[in-house]
């Protein structure tokens, strides 16, 4: 990344005037942030940018995009602020980086590409580029990297004790519960089917159970011969199921079953079943030692993305920065209602979910798992979290949740334009819509009561209600002013 050194006050922009006759003033130049000394200027943000969606497309496709420029041009910019910050405190406590293991890398690249430098610096001329200007990238980033190395990564650690105590509290993780592989030969009934078709449905049971029993042929190539239920393309195999995973009823029959042998023709709230136990993979708790390394680089992480943060923090705190940028007026070059849009934001807000009521489940389920995931639609999703079994109320609490992601649960200055949706997870039907929260009405419900630090709303199909915890404070940002903080 190029960027220029200039002493006393930047000016707002930089100007370059046609020089016909009647002409308006046109800017082709300007600069969009300075951080301490140093500036970034809007063609370096647009390269920047640039080559950031094209990565984002190759990885997710051009839809990733849709809806979120702003938020990612806004992003962008604070990974160029904070690039340069790093490499500011760098040069400023002596890291260096020298010919020797700049070439080193150099040659590494070149030899895991398989490539000559002549051929590679004329590749990048062809880009409009120069094979110097990259090994300047290459040196500034060997220079962030110590830089962090020195600052984040040498300054943490994780003792015997940390993983006793994670492993402790987390025991129920890394348990391997009981599980039963189930198969079954499965009718479903409607819930307010007619006694006519109920009987139609038993049956049909009854005669693929007398096929069982009189028949050469195996339970599997039965079932998918007549079941009609989920896995009878696959001989009636619902895998291993654990205690959790399906509904009430139909857990407490296969948990009572005898393994290997065809249980009677049995009737559920979906519908009527012939199970079969065919094998039992006994619970057993993963003993420490095994799982010592895993938990120690899961703390490492942690700690280091936190530690990051806070650094950055600091260094941001520490600087002065001026923003000069307006993803939204008048497009990328604009700068008419830059005040206003970052003198603005100076809190952050987060909305976490702290609880979650399902009032009616689904046609046919008992108590059932519930997931959600998060995007800009249903088609659209960017994630999808875990699956967690809903209380005797119904209820999803505090400490069910807390075992999910933070991403999973703890929203940051959320994109209004994107929502939760829920849904119902079961093993007999497919997975059953709750309907969705919007972060849009989230935020409107929050502005209308700023005092407010709990906030629940129902899911638009009101088949749940959805409570976040609201939580507000100063941000030390790129968009902040930095005397808001002395």
Known sequence: MKTLRVSGFIGFALFF?????????????????????????????????KKSVEKKIRQ?????????????????????????????R???????????????????????????????????????????????????DMLRFKT????????????????????????????QGEARQI????????????????????AKADKARRLILSSDMSFAAIAKKVSEGPG???????????????FAEFEKIIFSMPVGKISSVVRTQAGYHIILVSKLRPGKVIKLEKLSGKIRSLLLNEKRAKRRREWIAELKRAAFLEIRFDSQAGGIGSMNSLQTLFRNVREQISFKLVEFKLFKSAELLGREK????????????????????VDEEMVLGREEIAGLK??????????????IFFYEYNYLLPNSYLGKVSFADLIKAFSLSPKKRRIDLLTDGKRARVDFEVKVEKTRSIVADPKDFK
């Open 148 to 175: 962090e190395g020195r600052e984040v990564h040498s300054r943490i650690s994780v003792n015997e004790t940390e993983i006793v105590a994670y492993y402790r509290a987390n025991v129920d993780k890394f348990r």
């Open 17 to 49: 005037v046609a020089t016909w006759a009647g002409a308006q003033p046109i800017t082709v130049e300007r600069i969009v942030a300075k951080i301490n000394s140093e500036i970034i200027t809007l063609s370096e943000f647009q390269e920047h940018v």
């Open 406 to 419: 933070k991403d999973h649960r703890e929203f940051v200055n959320p994109d209004p334009g994107t929502s």
């Open 60 to 88: 997710h496709g051009p839809d990733s995009l849709k809806g979120r420029m702003r938020e990612f041009k806004l992003d962008a910019l604070n990974q160029l602020v904070e690039n340069i910050l790093v490499l500011q």
């Open 232 to 246: 009878a393309l696959r001989g009636g195999d619902l895998g291993f199921i654990k205690k959790g995973e399906v």
């Open 183 to 202: 198969r079954q030969i499965f009718f479903p009934v409607p819930r307010h089917a007619s006694k006519k078709k109920d009987a139609v449905k038993r």
């Open 370 to 389: 519930v997931f959600w995931t998060f995007g800009s639609s249903r088609q659209n999703k960017r994630w999808q979290s875990d699956k967690i079994k």
């Open 90 to 140: 760098g040069e400023k406590i002596g890291i260096e980086v020298s010919d020797k293991e700049l070439e080193q890398r150099i040659q590494g690249v070149l030899s895991r590409e398989k490539i000559g430098a002549e051929k590679l610096d004329k590749f990048l001329r062809s880009l409009g580029t120069s094979f110097k200007a990259y090994r300047e990238k290459i040196r500034k």
